[in-house]
């Protein structure tokens, strides 16, 4: 075999190689270094979004505490009514 075409189709094989597999690996890489950045930064939007979550549920919370006094006054209301319909009344 010529040792020129050897040189030629490893050259070939090499520069696929890196192309193929080198440059994917190398964007990973790059990725994984700017990642921590990246986290940091969702971190603080997390914490953010679950102190607002929190400060929802505690509106929701509160509201459900007035429907259910307010239930509770109705039932009451009623079963006082529903009393007074069976008092017996005095003779007419």
Request: charged letters at 25%; hydrophobic letters at 45%; a neutral charge.
């Amino acid at each position: 075999m010529d040792p020129d075409l050897v040189v030629i189709a490893s050259s070939i094989l090499l520069g696929l190689f890196v192309w193929k597999i080198g440059v994917p690996i190398a964007r990973a890489i790059a990725q994984r270094l700017e990642q921590p950045r990246d986290v940091r930064a969702s971190a603080v939007e997390t914490l953010q979004r679950l102190e607002s979550l929190q400060q929802s549920v505690e509106a929701i919370a509160l509201e459900v505490e007035r429907i259910s006094e307010a239930q509770r006054f109705t039932t009451k209301l009623l079963a006082e009514r529903g009393r007074g319909a069976e008092l017996p009344r005095g003779p007419s």
